[in-house]
């Protein structure tokens, strides 16, 4: 089975920095294109950002382009998102995915497995 294993989440202040990652286990990920999705309090799970397998093709949500980097070290089977300019809104749980294909995933419906999330706290 599938394990997804997140970390790097914390507090920061609005304007600054954090890098999460996601380490995966059980499964040929290297193999199969992957992604992070956010929850915030009271709101529906929505898609952040995707990778293919091979890490050549990428694609953000029109909220954190520019700002977030999602990149994946295959030798450590770990999936990052580096978060840059963070924004008071940009608070929820962040949770990494599997998807069962190899080709960039935009819908959360779309992914097979998710992990547990890492929470992201952005205030003054």
């Known amino acids: 089975e599938v394990q997804l294993v997140e970390s790097g989440g914390g507090l920061v202040q609005p304007g600054g920095s954090l890098r999460l990652s996601c380490v995966a286990a059980g499964c040929a990920c290297n193999n199969h294109a992957m992604g992070w999705g956010r929850q915030a309090p009271g709101k529906g799970l929505e898609w952040v950002s995707g990778?293919?397998?091979?890490?050549?093709?990428?694609s953000y949500a029109n909220f954190v382009k520019g700002r977030f980097a999602i990149s994946r070290d295959s030798a450590k089977d770990t999936l990052y998102l580096q978060m840059n300019s963070l924004k008071v809104e940009d608070s929820a749980v962040y949770s990494c995915a599997h998807s069962p294909g190899d080709a960039v995933v935009v819908a959360t419906t779309d992914y097979d497995y998710w992990g547990q999330g890492t929470q992201v706290t952005v205030s003054s």
């Open positions: 990778s293919s397998a091979s890490g050549m093709t990428t």
